[in-house]
């Protein structure tokens, strides 16, 4: 069972940039952030696989950047340019091959206000 550990969730405002980290039990082929805002489905933000092919949503696209250590068990993503309708728990999702089968971390809130 693959641990997922998620950091630095906030309060910022708009306009302002934070960065997530989420720390795996073991080294992944596959890592990805997904978000879940009330009252709405959790949805695809970004993923990071293999050699450090990347792929974002549509509405981060140019404002969100995901990354990771050689290791392979910690992903970043710097977000900036943030906007109210950003705010949401930010999850991160792993996978030894994948992230279809991957496992979940807890979740980390992100709240983007003035």
């Known amino acids: 069972q693959v641990r997922l550990v998620e950091s630095g969730g906030g309060l910022v405002q708009p306009g302002g940039s934070l960065r997530l980290s989420c720390a795996a039990s073991?080294?992944?082929?596959?890592m990805g952030w997904y978000r879940q805002a009330p009252g709405q489905e959790r949805e695809f933000v970004a993923a990071?696989?293999?050699?450090?092919?990347?792929r974002y949503a549509d509405s981060v696209k140019g404002r969100f950047t995901i990354s990771r250590d050689k290791a392979m068990r910690t992903t970043y993503l710097q977000m900036n340019s943030l906007k109210p309708e950003d705010t949401a728990v930010y999850y991160c999702k792993g996978g030894i091959r994948d992230l279809g089968t991957g496992s979940w971390g807890q979740g980390t809130q992100v709240t983007v206000s003035s």
């Open positions: 990071i696989v293999g050699g450090g092919i990347t």
């Open positions: 073991l080294g992944l082929n596959a």
